[in-house]
């Protein structure tokens, strides 16, 4: 194993995988300190590996696994973002295995996500940092280098909202009657877009004025029963 500077002007690491056949993979930096220290935690992870025996999976077929445990648990939206999240990380990272993937190179990964938004990062981190964490319960890591890199510090945001002006101005714009009743239900309960597509009339309790997201029609956002109350116009 080796270090050798190419054209482009990064370092890269030469390595024999399991197979004996010989790799090389980019440290993502110009400058050699930077590469020494990729070198040395890319060094440790493949003894690591070899000593703990965890079972090796490439990122390609690590996605694709895990995108398939996602499509049972998880909603279409969330799983479409896993999607994305992880092609953009084997854009930046090739298809190493996921034992030799290091929190240095992670960190860079992210970093450049965190130019775009600082929104986009942490919810990149956020999400790879739980399919990683899934990596460790089923053999493929020892540890989750996402657990190594610090949540990103989100500037604060004005709450966005209507004024009932506002309110009143876009209910004149709508025609579909469906449609307005769906948003002044939503507005007077704030249930989300599903669980009022799926509500069933024997979660509302006419009487008591409150209905009850059992979890069973829809899975709420928090995963928990919810109840919520009814106003006269939700009503």
Same mark, same amino acid.
């Given at each position: 194993?080796?270090?050798?500077?190419?054209?482009?002007?990064?370092?890269?690491?030469?390595?024999?995988?399991? =197979?004996?056949?010989?790799?090389?993979?980019?440290?993502?930096?110009?400058?050699?300190?930077?590469?020494?220290?990729?070198?040395?935690?890319?060094?440790?992870?493949?003894?690591?590996?070899?000593?703990?025996? !965890?079972?090796?999976?490439?990122?390609?077929?690590?996605?694709?696994?895990?995108?398939?445990?996602?499509?049972?648990?998880?909603?279409?939206?969330?799983?479409? #973002?896993?999607?994305?999240?992880? *092609?953009?990380?084997?854009?930046?990272?090739?298809?190493?295995?996921?034992?030799?993937?290091?929190?240095? *190179?992670?960190?860079?990964?992210?970093?450049?996500?965190?130019?775009?938004?600082?929104?986009?990062?942490?919810?990149?981190? #956020?999400?790879?940092?739980?399919?990683?964490?899934?990596?460790?319960?089923?053999?493929?890591? $020892?540890?989750?280098?996402?657990?190594?890199?610090?949540?990103?510090?989100?500037?604060?945001?004005?709450?966005?909202?209507?004024? $009932?002006? $506002?309110?009143?101005?876009?209910?004149? !714009?709508? $025609?579909?009657?469906?449609?307005?009743?769906?948003?002044?239900?939503?507005?007077?309960?704030?249930?989300?877009?599903?669980?009022?597509?799926?509500?069933?009339?024997?979660?509302?309790?006419?009487?008591?004025?409150?209905? =009850?997201?059992?979890?069973?029609?829809?899975?709420?956002?928090?995963?928990?029963?919810?109840?919520?109350?009814?106003?006269?116009?939700?009503?």
């Amino acid at each position: 194993m080796f270090l050798s500077k190419l054209n482009n002007g990064n370092w890269y690491i030469y390595y024999n995988n399991s =197979t004996g056949k010989r790799k090389k993979i980019s440290t993502k930096t110009k400058f050699k300190r930077e590469a020494l220290q990729y070198l040395s935690e890319f060094e440790s992870n493949i003894k690591r590996q070899k000593e703990l025996k !965890v079972i090796p999976i490439d990122l390609i077929s690590f996605k694709n696994s895990y995108l398939k445990h996602s499509e049972a648990v998880h909603r279409p939206k969330t799983t479409k #973002a896993l999607k994305t999240i992880f *092609e953009s990380l084997i854009s930046f990272c090739g298809n190493p295995y996921i034992s030799t993937i290091t929190s240095i *190179e992670l960190k860079k990964f992210l970093e450049q996500k965190y130019i775009v938004s600082p929104y986009t990062a942490q919810k990149y981190l #956020a999400f790879i940092r739980s399919a990683f964490n899934d990596a460790v319960k089923d053999g493929y890591l $020892e540890q989750n280098p996402f657990n190594k890199i610090d949540n990103f510090r989100l500037p604060e945001q004005q709450p966005l909202f209507f004024s $009932e002006s $506002e309110f009143q101005s876009l209910l004149s !714009v709508i $025609e579909d009657k469906d449609l307005k009743d769906l948003i002044i239900f939503g507005v007077n309960t704030s249930m989300r877009q599903m669980e009022m597509l799926t509500l069933k009339w024997n979660q509302i309790n006419f009487k008591e004025r409150f209905l =009850t997201l059992d979890n069973i029609s829809n899975i709420t956002k928090s995963g928990k029963i919810g109840t919520v109350p009814l106003n006269l116009t939700a009503l």
